[in-house]
């Protein structure tokens, strides 16, 4: 372990912590806000931190191995949800406890929040919220698609990013490269979201809040009923339409931005991706037609709204805890399978479910010949063993983290069993809204501080995709010895 | 696919199935029962379908091919069903779909009921039901340990392993000889039980029918009020012993009858079994004594009987856990879907591919930290390989994914999420009680017609582990070619 390395990119993390508070620092500047003592004090904070771990690290080498780069990423993400509580908290806006929640559920990408007076608050704390989202969402793209396939961590991103074996030599250049690609797109999808949510009527800093938590898929908003606030098909439309986009992989984006939108047509992932969101609207629409009182348009506004949202951000633009069984089973299914791999969206992925299914399907034919090579292809190519192992075994660790989360959650009084579990499901897919008491038009507030703390390791594992800090809990990750 | 062979040993099963049946018939001659020309004619027609398929195949080959194993057991399964269910229709107990659903939920040792009023059926009725879980037992260990050991790949593994895989040769003198060693553990426990349970005070009739009920981890009772009928924590105490064990591998009871008792102490599947049961007993105790008025030792009572009979999915219900604190009742339903032991009457997914995904994830936490490392799994000694680890993850996720379906469709059905939810675990993982519309105090005859058919392909599905059905859904199965 060269704790020399990971201290040397922790601190770089952390200045770019500061660096991220100017913005909502020169808005508090600007509007003459209360908070400005709370951000300034957050970026001195920024500063010594990342002051203290750059002189502490060195960077001596282009490559990175498998634990350096895990060890990045985990302890990274503690220290960035840190960091990012300290204006919350600073400012007497929350107890700790909530700064730290409300900070791992924006950059996470959750989107869950324990405040419950949102239009209160002032336009710099609003702005920090929404940052948190899109800057965690910028990270794990980043992580999921540039750092982890190079240092040959996870089977479906490296297949995903069509790499093909772990190469920790000259790595370092190499992701830079490609972060800096990753970056530009995001922007640009920001950008253009930003501009069309202000064309259809939003003022300024609503657009830019709401563009960086939607392609985030975060689901912060700046009103307290979300999305319902806005009541408009037009901005619901458009707010699909960037959902739907943030769900993708940006991986493949960059292949389409290298060889043209027929990638598409051959991805696997995005059709299943595309077709299992078409699929939910059509069923939820049906359901909502016959058993509520909506007419065809409205059924088919709010189904493919909530569904398209459920899926990856969590905006609401409807009580959803009111709807018909049938379509809450289906949104609670949505929330387990979330978005694409390489996307900022969470869930089990996309990729993941069609392995799995073929493999269940393949399996059948196996049944038959039992020496025969198990055949699942996707894109085209032959999908390994190992990969297929790999997503089976993700599942299980999933849903055994999703019922270990819902068994600790039971704690909590007045929760039924549904709740629990959709509690659990939503944090650990990083989606936002549950169902009953922390449901479509509530809040987190009124949930007991061990719950809090419950849902804050959900979400943290749930966006990491577990492996990442159940690694760090083995001593022998730590040691220092080279040579392995 | 040797279509002759599978129509002989289809025969021959009719046939047997016949004779079976003329055990409640002589109960209902003994007791004077209307039922006697219910069970008359459903001899009769055993007897008929058994001689003409008998007529129609011919056992000509003591080889017995992967194929022609899976289509006796997928179809044998359905035609029992049938039969089973002619006693019910024929003496105008139950009407068909209620027949079939009974019959299923008894040969599947689910143990989940459509009948509202236990005590007024006649004894021969009872008796039949009881029966059919007892073979729908039997028929199971035989199959899984004998007659088809490679479907349970990763989960059954036949001690000295002598067979690994699909053989034709030597297939059928090993399988006698293993079923017949089955058979005698599987006969011996069911005797003893009956022994014990009129011991502590049943009647003759009623013990032998519990005695089946608990070997076969089914849960049908005599009563409508199952054990908590008789209210004797004695009886309650020795239940608990049976289902237990009733939940282990009986293929480790042949061995250790074989080689010597250390081989149970051995065997890390049941001792996991037993620490899951004795930690959610404590779990749920505390829970009970804690938020419910219950005092301590009614609260261990209650929960150590629960836990057991849920998690060998036997069923037996003691007290109405549907009131029970949603903790104690999440615990429950986890049990439910971990099931029992691998080879043994119980359901669900089975504890050794627990253990076998469990101890999967560290290898992979290994893994990630030395990307080029194989995963390795050992388990009591047996090494698997990466296909095995590959197919139990693929199970337990087919296993997930039909709970899901028979929950969608329930839920689109009409009836509450929870209660979903709960059968569609409870009767895939052959439990028998649910939460809600069909919880322990409820029967199952509630439901509409439509979750009634869900369900019957819940319990079918889960008693045969999934894929054997679904593989006869593919037209390369029914071939005539060899390969």
């Known amino acids: 372990m060269d704790l020399r390395l990971v201290a040397h990119f922790l601190g770089k993390i952390a200045f770019a912590c500061g660096i991220a508070f100017l913005l909502p620092f020169g808005l508090a500047m600007f509007y003459a806000e209360t908070s400005r003592a709370a951000f300034l004090l957050a970026i001195l904070a920024c500063l010594l931190f990342g002051v203290l771990l750059w002189r502490l690290g060195q960077q001596m080498t282009d490559s990175l191995r ?150 985030a898929t975060g689901g912060f908003s700046t009103y307290d009923a979300n999305a319902i606030h806005f009541n408009n098909p037009l901005i619901e439309g458009w707010m699909t339409f960037f959902m739907v986009l943030a769900g993708g992989n940006f991986g493949l984006y960059y292949r389409v931005y290298q060889r043209g939108f027929a990638v598409l047509g051959k991805n696997t992932e995005f059709k299943a991706y595309i077709g299992i969101l ?36 969590g905006f609401v633009s409807a009580d959803f805890d009111r709807w018909p069984s049938f379509s809450k089973a289906v949104l609670l299914l949505l929330m387990f399978t979330g978005g694409c791999a390489g996307s900022t969206a969470g869930g089990i992925k996309i990729s993941r479910i069609v392995l799995l299914i073929k493999m269940a399907g393949a399996n059948l034919r196996q049944q038959l010949h039992p020496h025969a090579m198990m055949d699942v292809h996707m894109n085209g190519m032959h999908i390994g063993e190992e990969t297929l192992h790999r997503a089976a075994q993700f599942f299980f660790v999933y849903m055994m983290f999703v019922a270990f989360w819902a068994l600790l959650l039971m704690n909590e009084g007045e929760l039924s069993m549904f709740d629990a579990i959709g509690l659990s499901v939503t944090t650990m897919g990083s989606v936002g809204p549950g169902f009953g008491v922390a449901g479509a038009t509530c809040t987190y507030s009124g949930l007991s501080n061990f719950t809090k703390v419950v849902l804050c390791l959900a979400m943290l594992l749930g966006r990491l995709e577990m492996f990442t800090f159940l690694v760090m809990l083995r001593p022998s990750f730590w040691r220092r010895s080279k040579g392995w | 696919m040797n279509l002759e062979v599978v129509s002989f040993i289809l025969g021959r099963l009719s046939l047997a199935c016949g004779s079976v049946l003329v055990l409640p018939l002589l109960a209902a001659f003994f007791y004077q029962e209307p039922s006697i020309r219910a069970f008359g004619v459903s001899i009769f027609i055993c007897l008929g379908l058994g001689m003409f398929l008998c007529r129609l195949g011919r056992l000509e080959t003591e080889h017995l091919s992967v194929r022609e194993g899976i289509a006796i057991t997928g179809i044998g399964w359905i035609m029992v069903t049938f039969l089973g269910m002619v006693p019910y229709a024929a003496g105008g107990y139950l009407k068909v779909l ?12 689910t143990g989940a009921t459509v009948i509202d009023s236990l005590e007024t059926l006649p004894h021969s009725i009872l008796l039949w039901r009881s029966l059919t879980h007892w073979f729908g037992g039997l028929g199971i260990i035989v199959i899984f340990i004998a007659l088809l050991p490679q479907f349970g790949r990763g989960a059954v593994y036949m001690f000295n392993a002598e067979s690994t895989g699909p053989t034709s040769d030597r297939v059928l003198p090993r399988i006698k000889s293993m079923a017949m060693a089955l058979f005698a553990v599987y006969l011996v426990f069911t005797v003893a039980a009956a022994a014990v349970y009129m011991l502590c005070g049943m009647n003759f009739l009623d013990a032998v029918d519990h005695s089946f009920s608990t070997i076969a981890t089914g849960g049908f009772s005599n009563y409508d009020a199952s054990i908590a009928h008789f209210n004797n924590p004695v009886l309650e105490g020795w239940i608990i012993f049976f289902m237990v064990i009733s939940s282990a591998n009986f293929g480790m009871y042949v061995m250790a009858w074989r080689h010597g008792w250390h081989i149970i102490w051995e065997n890390t599947e049941f001792k996991t079994y037993l620490f899951l049961v004795l930690a959610t007993t404590a779990a749920v105790t505390i829970d009970l004594f804690m938020n419910s008025n219950l005092p301590a030792a009614t609260s261990f009572r209650y929960a150590i009987f629960q836990t057991a009979s849920l998690s060998s999915t036997t069923g037996f219900v003691s007290a109405d856990f549907d009131v029970w604190p949603s903790f104690s009742k999440l615990c429950l339903m986890m049990l439910m879907f971990v099931g029992g ?122 008693r045969l582990e999934t894929f054997t059905i679904l593989v006869m859904l593919n037209p390369e199965f029914w071939h005539r070619k060899k390969w």
């Open chain 1, 66 to 215: 498998a634990r350096e780069g895990i060890a990045i990423t985990g302890i990274g993400w503690l220290l960035v949800t840190f960091l990012g509580m300290l204006p919350y908290v600073f400012g007497g806006y929350l107890g700790v406890l909530d700064g730290v929640f409300e900070s791992i559920s924006g950059f996470t990408g959750t989107g869950a929040t324990v405040m419950d007076a949102l239009e209160e608050l002032p336009q710099s704390i609003l702005m920090w919220r929404s940052l948190t989202h899109w800057l965690g969402g910028l990270g794990i793209i980043v992580i999921f698609i540039a750092v982890l396939p190079q240092i040959g961590y996870s089977a479906v991103y490296m297949y995903n990013a069509e790499i093909s074996g772990p190469a920790p030599e000259r790595v370092l250049p190499r992701l830079k490269e490609m972060a800096w690609v990753l970056f530009l797109m995001y922007v640009l999808f920001t950008s253009v979201a930003a501009v069309v949510y202000w064309f259809c009527g939003l003022d300024l800093l609503s657009a830019v809040n709401h563009a960086f938590s939607t392609i």
């Open chain 1, 278 to 313: 078409l699929t939910a609207t059509l069923l939820v629409m049906l359901n909502l037609l016959y058993n509520m009182e909506y007419n065809m348009t409205q059924s088919l506004r709010y189904a493919s709204f909530q569904v398209a949202s459920i899926a990856t951000t």
């Open chain 2, 98 to 109: 209620d027949g079939v659903f009974e019959t299923i939920s008894g040969l599947s040792g």
């Open chain 2, 341 to 462: 032991c691998a080879g043994s009457t119980a359901g669900g997914l089975k504890v050794s591919r627990l253990i076998i995904l469990i101890k999967a994830m560290y290898s992979i936490v290994w893994q990630k930290l030395h990307p080029q490392m194989v995963p390795h799994v050992h388990l009591d000694g047996v090494a698997y390989t990466a296909d095995v680890l590959l197919g139990v993850g693929r199970f337990f996720f087919a296993y997930l994914m039909l709970d899901v379906l028979w929950a969608l469709l329930l839920i689109a059905d009409g009836v509450p999420v929870l209660d979903s939810i709960g059968i569609s675990v409870s009767t895939m993982g052959s439990v028998g009680p649910a939460f809600g519309m069909a919880g322990p105090t409820c029967t199952y005859s509630g439901l509409p017609d439509f979750s009634k058919v869900v369900v019957c392909f819940s319990m079918l599905l889960g």
